[in-house]
């Protein structure tokens, strides 16, 4: 089944230590999201990408990075975790990004920061 | 930027009741989807539903866009329906960027 995969599932890291998450997906979807869900709040979107063309939210932080090497895959880079960016991370991909589309989420990653 | 609401915010039911989730949304909108958040985080997407009627299974959804709101029929409720229900827009100025209610925490007792 055509779908979107996120690896790991459950990531722990250090307070300051590097951590990349990793979404990959079979649909061949032109587009791919980046959201940030903290406990019991909506899904907050990070940034996108329609193609290689990179599309960065306004009230992202500068901590949160993202590279998309290929159409499949796409990385979450958070270059100093600190102890408020624990949270879900959510990957969703969809065919455009300039007409309405359905979104496909991922399973998400849970990170936890100590 | 366009306003999501959502009601109830909780929402207690036995196994077998029926519910009504509703969704108002401050104005036009080119997409409306919802979703249900599973006890494990993964968001599923129950229906994309700009505006009319559509029906799967024991859940149905109906949005009238002229009068900015939408509405999600669960019926015959079991346990594995409960999570968080979202219902997300688009609206005219974004076309990307979804726009997310606070959702509706659904629990269903055995």
């Known amino acids: 089944d055509a779908m979107v995969i996120q690896n790991p599932r459950y990531q722990v890291t250090q307070f300051g230590k590097p951590v990349t998450l990793s979404c990959s997906q079979t649909?061949?979807?032109?587009?791919m999201y980046w959201y940030q869900q903290k406990s019991s709040q909506a899904p907050k979107l990070l940034f996108h990408?329609?193609?290689?063309?990179?599309?960065n939210e306004a009230d992202t932080p500068d901590n949160f990075q993202s590279r998309r090497p290929n159409t499949s895959f796409c990385f979450l880079d958070i270059r100093s975790p600190g102890l408020g960016d624990a949270a879900m991370y959510l990957c969703?991909?969809?065919?455009?990004?300039?007409?309405?589309?359905?979104?496909?989420f991922g399973p998400g990653t849970r990170l936890t920061v100590l | 930027g366009i306003q999501v609401e959502q009601s109830p915010p909780d929402l207690i039911l036995q196994e077998g009741a029926n519910s009504t989730l509703r969704c108002n949304f401050s104005?036009?909108?080119?997409?409306l989807q919802w979703f249900h958040q599973n006890p494990w985080g993964q968001l599923i997407n129950l229906f994309y539903?700009?505006?009319g009627t559509k029906q799967n299974g024991r859940l149905s959804a109906t949005t009238v866009a002229t009068e900015r709101y939408s509405l999600l029929y669960i019926s015959s409720s079991q346990t594995t329906d409960s999570g968080v229900y979202f219902c997300?827009?688009?609206?005219?100025?974004?076309?990307?960027?979804?726009?997310f209610g606070k959702g509706t925490l659904l629990t269903v007792n055995p």
């Open positions: 969703a991909t969809s065919r455009e990004d300039r007409s309405p589309d359905t979104q496909y």
């Open positions: 649909l061949n979807h032109n587009v």
């Open positions: 990408y329609y193609d290689k063309d990179f599309n």
């Open positions: 104005d036009s909108v080119n997409n």
């Open positions: 539903i700009p505006s």
């Open positions: 997300a827009v688009h609206s005219g100025g974004s076309n990307y960027k979804l726009t």
